[in-house]
């Protein structure tokens, strides 16, 4: 849809959306929710706050720094969905997040000081401790933590040092003992070492298990890096830095070197916030750190608990195996329902296609397709796309020995997955050197579509196996995230995929797909099509219904079209988890349309994409969300489910998701999430999608 038949369209109304940035938040704040839920185990609630705060790092070095860079331009025109200039977002970001800052730290209060003892584990402050505990910890930091300690001096000869991104430091006002008279304090910095555990177990009388945080314990022991002076104030500091990269792909003669080099300097970006701890920052000193740091006040965070809760992953993990009641209970994932026990993969490959359902079943058979492939002595080729993958992915090894038997191995590594670079420079290295052909993706788009080709020779016929799926080919988020894929032998779909790679690797026209629909540009055309035609099957039959999942629904284009099918009289039903520009239940507008998020145990992740066309529906499973973003900067794949029975069973997943009352939250006409109300009977998808796959199995 071209910009100027946009802006004539009647439902192009700032009223009518949600702005990005703060339906992000919107999201976060489900996250929250879940640490405030007295029905999740109490260890998994705090995972909940780390989630919350380590999403909220990503935010700020990415979304915020760069509306921060567009005011430092003077760029202040308004975006084009609720209409807010730059300014205007980081003002409503700022006032939203520290609100939501606030709570999770009634929660964590609630959570350490109320709850944990309670259950034999305590995280003490310094002061809580007894002598004989503060005796240990004195013996700890001379022998481990004082070697390790670098204080910096802060004066002319000595400029405020550059501070690595997501750092905690220590700021030190010290006087010298012999010059009180003169009243100069001094600055210093002392960085709290990230090599050191963030927490230190100290022994307690009952045996039961007690903790205090490893900033607590330099700051109780900072005197003794300052001989001859006195400490007249400790204060910790946190500081966010723009993350984002600026890859210069014209010209770049190499695009790893290329990407090498922005690394370095991500590092060093400008700083998008500061946190502070409210109890103990002095105005003085929190006016000199604005000052060196070139930020406003809008962008200081005063917490009211500990700097960085994302030291609670680690910490709920020292509990695993002796605290189990406080963790969902274990499951195993079951093998897919499409596979038998010691089935060959490839032999059920050429009689059907083959469903998978992470994580309810199991994604070691996806791992075996390659495995399988690497060692067989009939297979020609293995052609794959990666993004993300684990730090000691199965995959990765099989792909490299399949190199190393001979076969032709084309891997498609993406350089550009956002703080997953250094990761996948790493890996694109490791395959070169094992022999493969490693592509590091398009110019100017990432490649986030997730496809394996394996290329077989059986009886003098060559053979195309095809795995299409939502998710990224990593074995451990396998675990966390819900996603969707197929394993097929469809001629034209294996046609597609050949067409695909070469279109990767190659100098050609984009090719013409038989099945496979890709983007660039192409997906959201097909979309669009899509929902015209249900507009019309609507008017026909009167029984117009979509349903749509995705991560989250950012593009204009798709949002007025759904608009306008809503004003038509089409059913909507929308789940999507995340950021959702499109507000529901506008008179007029959208009063057809539902949005429902589901924040759970797992993470959703599935692109499941249908439509009625009067009984003769067609679905689709993606890489892709409805961004724009995912429309029109990136190779993605929508694939067909032509399998009636695989149909079938997408469809009973998606009425579950739809019929969801415990974790589910619906979107009303002002953009606000609500639980659903119910009269007692309570559902939840994931805990039935659990239950379904054990009985399967």
């Known amino acids: 849809m071209k910009e100027n038949s946009i802006e004539d369209h009647p439902f192009n109304n700032y009223a009518y959306y949600n702005n990005r940035e703060i339906s992000w938040l919107a999201f976060n704040e489900r996250v929250l929710q879940e640490a405030e839920d007295e029905s999740n185990p109490l260890l998994e609630r705090l995972k909940f706050l780390a989630i919350f705060s380590s999403n909220l790092d990503e935010f700020f070095m990415v979304r915020v720094a760069g509306l921060q860079d567009q005011v430092r331009v003077g760029y202040n025109k308004p975006e084009n969905k609720a209409g807010l200039t730059p300014k205007e977002q980081l003002a409503r970001i700022s006032s939203i997040t520290k609100n939501l800052v606030s709570k999770q730290m009634k929660i964590y209060k609630e959570l350490i000081e109320t709850k944990l003892p309670k259950v034999g584990i305590s995280l003490l402050t310094y002061a809580q401790l007894s002598n004989e505990q503060k005796h240990e910890l004195h013996a700890i930091f001379e022998e481990e933590i004082y070697p390790v300690l670098t204080p910096i001096a802060v004066d002319a000869y000595r400029p405020f040092p550059i501070l690595l991104s997501k750092t905690m430091n220590i700021l030190v006002m010290i006087e010298d003992e012999r010059d009180k008279e003169l009243d100069q304090s001094k600055i210093a910095i002392v960085q709290v070492p990230s090599v050191l555990k963030r927490f230190i177990q100290v022994s307690t009388k009952d045996g039961s298990y007690a903790a205090v945080l490893l900033e607590d314990v330099i700051i109780a022991n900072i005197h003794k890096l300052f001989h001859g002076y006195q400490v007249k104030h400790s204060n910790p500091f946190r500081i966010t830095r723009n993350a984002d990269l600026t890859i210069h792909e014209e010209g770049a003669r190499d695009l790893l070197i290329e990407i090498e080099k922005e690394l370095k300097k991500r590092k060093w970006g400008a700083v998008s916030r500061l946190e502070v701890k409210t109890s103990e920052i002095k105005q003085k000193i929190l006016h000199y750190l604005l000052d060196e740091l070139e930020i406003s006040l809008e962008d200081v965070y005063k917490i009211e608990g500990p700097l960085d809760p994302t030291f609670l992953f680690s910490f709920i993990k020292t509990f695993e195996g002796t605290y189990e009641h406080l963790f969902y209970e274990k499951f195993i994932p079951q093998l897919p329902l499409d596979i038998q026990r010691e089935e060959n993969i490839y032999s059920k490959a050429l009689t059907q296609d083959l469903f998978f359902h992470h994580p309810y079943e199991s994604f070691q058979p996806i791992v075996e397709f390659i495995e399988k492939a690497a060692d067989d002595p009939n297979v020609l080729a293995i052609k794959q796309t990666l993004y993300r993958v684990s730090g000691n992915s199965p995959i990765i090894l099989a792909l490299k020995r399949a190199a190393e038997n001979g076969k032709q ?113 192409d997906i959201r055309d097909k979309f669009l099509v899509l929902i015209d035609e249900e507009i019309e099957y609507h008017k026909a039959f009167q029984n117009g219904h979509i349903i749509l999942k995705m991560n989250s629904l950012t593009d204009k284009d798709l949002i007025l079209k759904l608009y306008e099918a809503s004003s038509e009289g089409v059913k909507i039903d929308l789940i999507v988890r995340g950021i959702c520009c499109l507000r529901p239940q506008i008179p007029g507008v959208s009063e057809n349309i539902t949005v429902i998020s589901i924040v759970g145990r797992f993470l959703e992740h599935s692109r499941i994409y249908w439509f009625h066309r009067n009984g003769a529906s067609r679905l689709f499973l993606s890489s892709a969300d409805m961004m724009t973003r995912n429309m029109v900067k990136r190779v993605e794949i929508l694939f067909p489910i032509l399998a009636p029975t695989i149909k079938r069973r997408i469809m009973g997943i998606l009425e579950l998701e739809l019929n969801d009352t415990v974790k589910a939250r619906m979107q009303d006409a002002d953009g606000n999430y609500h639980f659903i109300e119910t009269d007692g009977n309570s559902s939840s998808s994931q805990q039935k999608l659990l239950e379904l796959a054990f009985k399967k199995a």
């Not at 993406?414 to 694109?428: G, P, Q, S």
């Not at 095809?466 to 894929?485: C, E, P, R, S």
């Not at 100098?507 to 496979?516: G, H, R, S, V």
């Open 409 to 521: 191995v084309t891997v498609l590594v993406e350089l550009k997955a956002r703080f997953d670079e250094e990761k996948n420079v790493h890996w694109a290295k490791e395959l070169e050197k094992a022999g493969c052909l490693v592509i590091y993706g398009m110019h100017n788009l990432k490649t986030h579509s997730k496809i394996t080709l394996v290329i077989r020779r059986r009886n003098n016929k060559i053979e195309q196996f095809v795995h299409l799926g939502t998710g990224n080919y990593n074995d451990q988020t396998a675990h966390t995230y819900t996603d969707m894929g197929i394993i097929t032998t469809n001629k034209k779909i294996g046609s597609d995929a050949t067409q695909f790679f070469n279109f990767l690797s190659g100098y050609t026209d984009k090719p013409e797909y038989n099945k496979l629909v890709v983007s660039p540009f």
